[in-house]
C-alpha cells in the first residue's frame, strides 16, 4: 500500500487490507510506504480513527518506498494517480504489479475472483488487460483517494469508510 507519506491513508490501508486477507484466510504479506521520510508516527486522527474499530497504528513508522520493496511486491497498490505515475517512474518494469486502488478494484470487478490456485501473476495480467500506461497518465483524478492529512476527524473517519469498502472488495477478489 502506497501513499505520499505513508503516514495516513497506506497505513490505514495496510491494516484494513491485512485483516480482510485474515478473515478469508488469504496468505499473503500485506505493508505500506511513501515517498516522504521515514520514521514518522501515523497521524493522531489516523490512529484515533483506526483505534475505533481496533486496530492499533501506536507503533507505526512511515518507510521510504524504495525500489527493491516494488520488486520484491506481487501487487502494490498506491492512493492516488500520481503515486502510480512516481511508482513506474522508480521501477518502470514493474507495470503489470502497480495499480491506483479504485481503478485495481473496479477492473478486479470485471474479471472475477481469483481461484485459490491461480497465479497472482496471471490474475493480475487479465485484470490489467487494456491498460495503458497513457491512459494512467491521463486519467481522471476521481480515481484518487484523497489525503486526509491536515483535515478534520470526520475526514480521516470518511478515508477509512472508503478504504474499508474497496480494500473489503479487493480481499473477496484475491481469494
Not at 497521524?43 to 483505534?51: D, K, Q, S, V
Not at 497472482?120 to 495503458?132: F, K
Request: charged share 25%.
Amino acid at each position: 500500500m502506497v501513499c505520499t507519506a505513508n503516514r495516513c491513508r497506506s497505513p490505514m490501508a495496510e491494516a484494513l487490507l491485512r485483516r480482510r486477507l485474515e478473515e478469508r484466510s488469504v496468505p499473503a504479506r500485506v505493508s505500506s510506504a511513501g515517498f516522504l521520510a521515514s520514521g514518522w508516527p501515523a497521524m493522531e486522527y489516523a490512529i484515533a480513527t483506526m483505534a475505533d474499530d481496533g486496530f492499533d497504528l501506536t507503533g507505526h513508522l512511515s518507510r521510504t518506498i524504495r525500489p527493491q520493496m516494488v520488486a520484491e511486491s506481487d501487487l502494490v497498490v498506491a492512493m492516488s494517480r500520481q503515486h502510480v505515475v512516481e511508482l513506474l517512474l522508480l521501477s518502470p518494469d514493474r507495470w503489470s504489479r502497480v495499480f491506483q486502488l479504485r481503478d485495481l478494484v473496479r477492473r478486479a470487478e470485471r474479471v472475477g475472483q481469483r481461484s485459490g490456485t491461480e497465479p497472482i501473476d496471471a490474475w493480475l495480467a487479465a485484470v490489467g488487460a487494456n491498460r495503458s500506461k497513457s491512459a494512467v497518465l491521463a486519467g481522471s483524478l476521481a480515481d484518487d483517494i484523497a489525503d486526509p492529512a491536515g483535515r478534520d476527524r470526520d475526514v480521516y473517519d470518511s478515508t477509512k469508510r472508503i478504504l474499508d469498502d474497496l480494500l473489503t472488495r479487493l480481499a473477496g477478489l484475491l481469494g
